[in-house]
Each structure stands twice: as C-alpha cells, then as structure tokens.
C-alpha cells in the first residue's frame, strides 16, 4: 500500500430553522349579487341530456337563463335558435382587498463545514522499452522495360533482414534520365523487430475508508418571529353609487308551449288561427281549447310572448298574435318579400282571463310548415 484514503471529515451541525412568518389577514368579500327569482325545474345545459329536454324546458349556461323552443334542441343556448334568451349573466362582483404579507422569520445559522479527508497517492507504473526496428534492403537499379511476358506462378514470399537507415547524403545534381532498367529482384523483407512490452507498473493499494463523520445535532428550532403588525386599516372614499341596471327578466312558474311540427294551413285574406296541438307543455293556469289554437290566461299579470313560423317554401303572407280578438302591434310580421321563416317576440301585460291566438293572414294560400314547424311560447314574468 502506497497510501490511505484520508478519513471523511465531521458533518457540520445543521443550521436553526428560522420561525414562519405570519399570514396576512384575509382580504375583504366582494359583494355578493342580489339572488335572481328563478323557475321550478332550471337545470345547467348539458349537451350530453339536450336530446331529452322536451319544449319550455329552462336551462343555465355561461351566466344567462334559455328556454328550449323545441323538444330535442340541437347547438348550444346564446348561438342555436332552438333557445331563447330569457336573462342575461350578471356582472362580476368587484374583487376584495389582497391583505398585506407577514413578516418573514430570521434564517438559521449554518453550520460548520467538516474537515476535507487526505488524497491518496498516485500509483507508479513502468512504461518498457520500445523494440529496435530492422535495417532497410538494398534498392535494385531500375532496368528497361521489356514485354510484359505471361504472369508466372507467384513465388513465395522472401524473407530479408532490412536494413539500418543509411545516413542521407547530400542532394547531387540531377543527372540525365538514363534508359530504364530492367526491375530487379524484391529484396528479401527483413524479419519484424520484436519488443519487449514492459510490465505494468504495481497498482498501488486502495487507501483505507475513512471513518464516516459524526452526524452533527440537529440544530434548535428557531425562534418563532415576532407577529407582524397588522396594517392600518385604509381610508378610501366610497365611490358614487352606479346607475340601475336595466331589469332582468323575472320568471315565474307559469308557462307553456305548443307546436305544429308539420301541418297544412289554408290562410285566407281576413286570417287564419294556427292550430297548435303538438308536444304541449302548459304549465298552471294556462289552457288550449279543443281546436288547440286559442289558449287562455287565467293570471292578470305581465307575459312574454314569443312565435316561430317555418314554412317549406317562401310565401307573401304575414303573421300575428291576437289578445282577446284584437293584433298586438308588436308581434305582427309583414315582410316586403316572400319569407320562409316568421318570428316576433314582446312582453304584454294581460287582464285575467285573457285568450292569444298565433294567425297567418294577409293572402290566400296554402301553407306548409317545415320542421320545427310552429311553435308559440308563453311565460308569466309577473
């Protein structure tokens, strides 16, 4: 053994954990927004259930309240005309004060490094001497070149001494090219030198592990830092109150819908009442007759009334809703060009008792109605 490992050096202690700092004080709520009046049976939109909602079914998404128009509606509330917009989302609440950080806590002291444990020593091997190279065969003059005669059996392969490298002489000058001469024999090649590889040097012997370093104690906890001063409560002015928002749409549990997916209507100059009587969902106090094309109000209240007419093809007729006989001035649609497609929706409000009634009118024709076909639907706000 040349030399030993040096031993590990002593673990230093480890440092004192400084104390955490205490959290700040929470900030304050935003202000939480007034609760809306909502329907019995509201339920999120889910794309994955729409094909089962059946017509008048309320439904949530992104903020804003829909109502389906149609049983199975397809797309999604806000972009398909399979819904209707009741309320739109509100505003959000304004976001509260961020309390201020606590104080952060001193840091432990480290510790000592441990001492670095000796190198040990190189081991020491002997290269051997290289082995002495053969000396150089003697050059044959270059002879004439004579025919190429026929390629004779390949002789064995002689065995020549080379020669020791002669000293080089001085370059003399450059002589006439005499005749070339003819090849001479291949000298015999001399044998390949043979040397000694030296042995390898002794490896020196593996120094000794060092003993492994007492563990240094755990340092004491740190002092718990101070609780920070809690920040003064700030001043700030309370701005002016904003203006009132526009009223959302209130809703109630009073409410109906009705269709006609595919009939044949047969307008005639003074009107004709639009029959009906496909997937009715009349919620309480609303009632359809026996012709399914006048449905009464028992409730005095505030209602919104919509209509949806799809016709196979584009016709010059117009449309309209009837309160108690008389036209509703807001629901009528009188289009300069034919149109395949009639829709109008308005908010009236309605002595109880009240009859609505959904008319073609305008000219006489025969209209068809293409699927979803006709669709009326009403909900008592107030």
């Known amino acids: ?13 480890t440092g004192i954990t400084g104390g955490t700092g205490e959290t700040g004080a929470t900030g304050i709520a935003g202000i939480t927004g007034a609760t809306g009046i909502g329907l019995s049976g509201i339920v999120p939109f889910d794309p994955a259930v729409a094909p089962t909602y059946s017509a008048g079914q309320v439904v949530t998404f992104n903020g804003s309240t829909y109502i389906a128009n149609v049983a199975s509606p397809t797309g999604t ?12 989302a509100g505003a959000t609440g304004v976001t509260g004060v961020m309390g201020g950080t606590g104080i952060t806590g001193d840091t432990g002291t480290t510790g000592v490094t441990g001492e670095t444990g000796l190198t040990g020593a190189t081991g020491v091997g002997v290269t051997g001497n290289t082995g002495v190279t053969g000396a150089t065969g003697v050059t044959g003059d270059t002879g004439t070149t004579g025919v190429t005669g026929e390629t004779g059996l390949t002789g064995a392969t002689g065995v020549g001494v080379t020669g020791s490298t002669g000293i080089t002489g001085a370059t003399g000058v ?15 090649t001399g044998a390949t030198g043979v040397g000694v590889t030296g042995s390898t040097g002794v490896t020196g012997a593996t120094g000794l592990t060092g003993a492994t370093g007492v563990s240094g104690a755990t340092g004491a906890t740190g002092i718990t830092g101070e609780t920070g001063v809690t920040g003064a409560t700030g001043v700030g002015t309370t701005g002016s109150t904003g203006a009132t928002g526009v009223t959302g749409t209130s809703l109630t549990e009073t409410s109906a819908y009705a269709e006609n997916t595919n009939g044949t209507i047969l307008v005639i100059l003074g009107g ?3 029959a009906l009587p496909t997937n009715q969902n009349l919620g309480t106090g609303i009632t359809a007759n026996g012709a399914n094309n006048t449905f009464t109000l028992a409730t005095a209240g505030r209602y919104y009334i919509s209509y949806k007419i799809n016709l196979t093809a584009a016709l010059a007729i117009q449309s309209r809703i009837l309160l108690n006989g008389a036209v509703v001035p807001p629901s009528v649609i009188s289009p300069l060009l034919s149109l395949s497609q009639l829709a109008a929706d308005f908010i009236i ?8 009634q959904l008319q073609l009118f305008g000219l006489v024709a025969t209209a068809v109605l293409s699927p979803p076909g ?7 706000l107030s």
Request: overall charge negative.
């Open 1 to 13: 053994m040349l030399a030993g490992a040096g031993a590990t050096g002593v673990t230093g202690i």
């Open 77 to 88: 509330p806000g972009t398909s005309p399979d819904y209707t917009l009741l309320a739109g």
């Open 174 to 188: 450059t002589g006439v090219t005499g005749t070339t001469g003819v090849t001479g024999e291949t000298g015999l």
């Open 272 to 274: 004709t009442s639009v």
């Open 349 to 356: 409000t309605v002595p109880a008792g009240s009859t609505i």
């Open 374 to 380: 006709a669709t009326l639907n009403i909900i008592r």
